[in-house]
């Protein structure tokens, strides 16, 4: 059973950026599809961003396409690259993982999860 530690989260003001790592234990980098979701006060927790197992694949939000990048360090870690950050995006952010293949956007996809670290954006 994998298990998954995320870090990287804080205060940044608007137009900032901010790395955010999910770290794995129990488990190999390409045996898993990975995925990044938020969570804002009050709302349902919403894909952000997502990568295949092995990393060949990746898929974002609308939201957040061309500002926040997924990648994977093809050992046990998975990063969110947030740039241009905006008050919108504050949010917990979740890092899952999954042993199904593709792409995957549902939270019901994934199998695992991390216990989140919080990312606040200030204007």
């Known amino acids: 059973q994998v298990q998954l530690i995320e870090s990287g989260g804080g205060l940044v003001q608007a137009g900032g950026s901010l790395r955010l790592s999910c770290a794995a234990s129990g488990g190999a980098f390409d045996s898993y599809a990975m995925g990044w979701f938020r969570q804002a006060p009050g709302k349902e927790r919403e894909f952000v961003a997502a990568?295949?197992?092995?990393?060949?694949?990746r898929g974002y939000a609308d939201s957040v396409k061309g500002r926040l990048t997924i990648s994977g360090n093809g050992a046990n870690t998975v990063y969110l690259q947030m740039n241009s950050l905006k008050p919108e995006d504050t949010a917990v952010y979740y890092c899952?993982?999954?042993?199904?293949?593709?792409?995957?956007?549902?939270?019901?996809?994934?199998?695992?999860w991390g216990q989140g670290t919080q990312v606040t954006v200030s204007s």
């Open positions: 990568i295949s197992r092995g990393g060949g694949s």
């Open positions: 899952s993982a999954s042993l199904q293949f593709g792409v995957l956007r549902t939270t019901t996809s994934y199998e695992y």
